[in-house]
């Protein structure tokens, strides 16, 4: 009987040892995630407030996360224009929804194929795609291309074609699809499918967090693409949301100047001054520019970090 004491004593004590180290270190982990976590999400509460907040009221008193003087003046302004930031918003989101359709596609196509162990020619080309990735033509050549050769002055297909296709992508996919047992293929061919079929119906279905992780990295850089509008679009109803944002930051900031110098000159026009919330403005635009775009992560979330990590690591 002691014997059988003396046993129990010792198999619960480390188990009680066990258990505390459990606690403590989910303390500590939970801990840890809820700071980096309030460090993620109050700059954009930070931001979300400041907007709200009247120019004067935050030259006089600086950033806060308490609103002082409540303003709805940067809001004013930037939907002076309804129907141009409505044109921006329907030239984004179509840009957005078509290019995150067709990157995805080609990205998962191009993967699945350069992963066929029996297409002899896999290694060739991804050297190919990996060549771009460390040279390119160049701005200029680039821009006579698209303008002169392909069209794109002032065409929706600027907004589309350029980033349709990413090498970084594509070796994602790529990545991804390696771990997908190729007896898949096989017993597919030996069925009598094609190659199309076999990608649709079996590989595809067997790829949702790689099309979410994809389809996630292209709708943010079709979203905050900008620099595509800059170099091929000039008309307004064409524009992309974050370049007209830019642009009217920048007619603010200019307006600003013009203000200064007529102050600096006359002493009549500083008061003008405060009805330009230009740094309110920047905050109102972050809000209308991120605010759709946040709203789409929770729905890829459980998919995002699965796509990242199956795939990455060989056993």
Do not use: H
Not at 101 to 130: E, H, P
Not at 146 to 169: D, E, H, I, Q
Not at 189 to 197: F, M, P, Q, S, T
Request: glycine share 6%.
């Amino acid at each position: 009987m002691k014997g059988v004491t003396t046993t129990k004593s010792i198999t619960v004590k480390p188990m009680k040892i066990i258990q505390k180290d459990k606690i403590i270190f989910n303390m500590f982990g939970y801990t840890l995630v809820t700071v980096f976590g309030l460090a993620c999400v109050l700059p954009f509460v930070l931001i979300f407030i400041t907007s709200f907040t009247s120019e004067a009221s935050l030259m006089r008193n600086g950033y806060t996360f308490f609103i002082k003087e409540f303003s709805l003046e940067a809001y004013k302004l930037a939907f002076r224009s309804p129907q141009r930031i409505l044109w921006a918003y329907r030239n984004t989101v179509s840009a957005t929804i078509i290019g995150t359709t067709l990157a995805v596609l080609i990205a998962t196509m191009t993967g699945y194929v350069l992963q066929r162990r029996d297409f002899t020619q896999r290694n060739g080309f991804s050297l190919f795609f990996f060549f771009t990735t460390l040279f390119n033509g160049g701005l200029v050549p680039t821009y006579i291309l698209c303008t002169r050769y392909l069209g794109f002055k002032n065409n929706f297909a600027a907004l589309v074609l350029p980033l349709m296709f990413s090498v970084w992508n594509m070796i994602i996919a790529k990545s991804f699809m390696t771990g997908i047992p190729y007896e898949i293929t096989e017993s597919a061919k030996v069925d009598g499918a094609n190659d199309i079929l076999i990608f649709y119906r079996l590989i595809l279905p067997l790829c949702k967090p790689l099309v979410a992780t994809l389809g996630l990295f292209s709708a943010l850089a079709y979203w905050n693409d900008w620099y595509n509008t800059l170099l091929y679009i000039t008309k307004e109803d064409k524009m992309s949301l974050q370049y007209f944002l830019q642009e009217m930051i920048n007619s603010i900031q200019a307006l600003k100047n013009l203000v200064a110098m007529g102050a600096g000159a006359s002493g009549s026009l500083g008061s003008v001054r405060v009805s330009l919330p230009q740094e309110t403005m920047k905050m109102a635009m972050t809000v209308i520019t991120t605010g759709p775009i946040i709203l789409l992560y929770p729905f890829v979330q459980r998919y995002f970090v699965k796509g990242l990590t199956i795939g990455a690591v060989k056993g």
